[in-house]
């Protein structure tokens, strides 16, 4: 019997969409995710006396926002290298270990994409040790405070007893906005998520394909450009600021779709290893380095 392959959960078939009906489309749909994203977020703030669903929803306000980031990602993406790369992209989007390293992307400040694939590489782990000698085995921290703020649920620790966790509910003294709707406000504040919008960011971003040896400072250049012409071009809207250009150039983070993303498991006696290592640096019979 042949699948009925209708409803939610669609998103990859724009990749059989030819390039001026996926831009479209995908002008379309970037309002309804700020919005999205937006909603969940004052919806956040409303609730702020209660600390774990507040957290439950601005992290789901930030996944939606992650979304948008990976979609711009398919507009900056050089045109002769987007067919083969816009499948991963599109199975990012609904990753939720994709969404919030796009996320986190935000903060990092590398010097180059050599060195922002480093920082993916360490964060895209099943687990790590962690401890001042690596004493323990943990699960992926991003992955981890994601679920247990959805769930109360039963966890196994590193020696094999198991433990009930409550939902977490911890927000600490500092708790802005996600930079991820940040960088998404900001570009709909100069008018990129329209369909001349976007043709403009491809025309500029596709001169250049990301590879390990590009400099941060090229997304800086490439950002200034867009900038520029949306302004030129009259695609700005009134409310667009000083802010808003400060926090594209200062969030909006080199385009990741060279980069491996998807989940990589670590093995055990890979962690163990590492474990033992670090108890020698301790000790003084192993240098760190």
Same mark, same amino acid.
Request: aromatic fraction near 8%.
């Given at each position: 019997?042949?699948?009925?392959?209708?409803g939610?959960r669609?998103?990859?078939?724009?990749v059989n969409l030819?390039?001026?009906?996926?831009?479209?489309f995908i002008?379309e749909g970037?309002?309804?995710l700020?919005?999205s994203?937006?909603?969940?977020?004052?919806?956040s703030?409303?609730v702020?006396q209660?600390?774990?669903?507040?957290?439950l929803?601005?992290?789901?306000?930030e996944?939606?926002?992650?979304?948008?980031?990976?979609?711009?990602?398919?507009?900056?993406?050089?045109?002769?290298?987007?067919?083969?790369?816009?499948g991963?992209?599109?199975?990012?989007?609904?990753?939720h270990l994709?969404?919030?390293?796009?996320?986190?992307?935000?903060?990092w400040r590398?010097?180059?994409?050599?060195?922002?694939?480093g920082?993916?590489d360490?964060?895209?782990?099943t687990?790590? @040790?962690e401890?001042? !000698?690596?004493?323990?085995? $943990?699960?992926? +921290?991003?992955?981890?405070?994601r679920?247990? %703020?959805?769930?109360?649920d039963?966890e196994?620790?590193d020696?094999?007893?198991?433990?009930?966790?409550?939902?977490?509910?911890?927000v600490?003294?500092?708790?802005?906005?996600?930079d991820?709707?940040?960088?998404a406000?900001?570009?709909?504040?100069?008018?990129?998520?329209?369909?001349?919008g976007l043709e403009l960011?491809?025309?500029?971003?596709?001169?250049?394909?990301?590879?390990?040896?590009?400099?941060?400072?090229?997304?800086?250049r490439?950002?200034?450009?867009t900038?520029?012409?949306l @302004?030129?071009?009259? !695609?700005?809207?009134?409310? $667009?600021?000083? +802010?808003n250009a400060?926090d594209?150039?200062? %969030?909006?983070?080199?385009?990741?779709?060279?980069?491996?993303?998807?989940a990589?498991?670590?093995?055990?006696?890979?962690?163990?290893?590492e474990?033992?290592?670090?108890?020698l640096?301790e000790?003084?019979?192993?240098?760190?380095?």
């Amino acid at each position: 019997m042949a699948r009925i392959d209708i409803g939610l959960r669609q998103a990859r078939k724009i990749v059989n969409l030819p390039f001026a009906e996926r831009l479209a489309f995908i002008a379309e749909g970037l309002p309804i995710l700020l919005q999205s994203a937006q909603g969940l977020y004052t919806a956040s703030e409303a609730v702020s006396q209660m600390p774990r669903e507040s957290m439950l929803l601005k992290g789901h306000a930030e996944e939606e926002a992650a979304k948008i980031l990976i979609l711009m990602d398919i507009i900056r993406c050089p045109k002769k290298e987007v067919s083969r790369r816009i499948g991963v992209l599109m199975g990012w989007y609904y990753d939720h270990l994709a969404r919030l390293l796009y996320a986190e992307a935000c903060q990092w400040r590398p010097v180059d994409l050599k060195e922002l694939r480093g920082i993916i590489d360490r964060r895209r782990v099943t687990h790590y @040790v962690e401890g001042n !000698m690596g004493e323990f085995i $943990a699960p992926n +921290d991003l992955i981890y405070r994601r679920e247990t %703020r959805l769930y109360a649920d039963i966890e196994a620790l590193d020696d094999g007893s198991l433990q009930w966790v409550a939902p977490s509910g911890y927000v600490g003294f500092y708790n802005p906005k996600p930079d991820a709707i940040v960088v998404a406000e900001a570009l709909d504040a100069f008018g990129a998520f329209t369909v001349e919008g976007l043709e403009l960011i491809s025309s500029i971003w596709s001169e250049v394909d990301f590879k390990d040896e590009t400099p941060a400072q090229e997304n800086v250049r490439l950002i200034e450009a867009t900038l520029t012409q949306l @302004v030129e071009r009259k !695609m700005a809207s009134e409310s $667009a600021t000083t +802010d808003n250009a400060r926090d594209l150039y200062g %969030r909006w983070q080199m385009p990741l779709y060279t980069l491996d993303i998807k989940a990589r498991e670590v093995a055990r006696s890979a962690l163990e290893a590492e474990q033992e290592r670090l108890l020698l640096v301790e000790m003084g019979v192993e240098s760190e380095y």
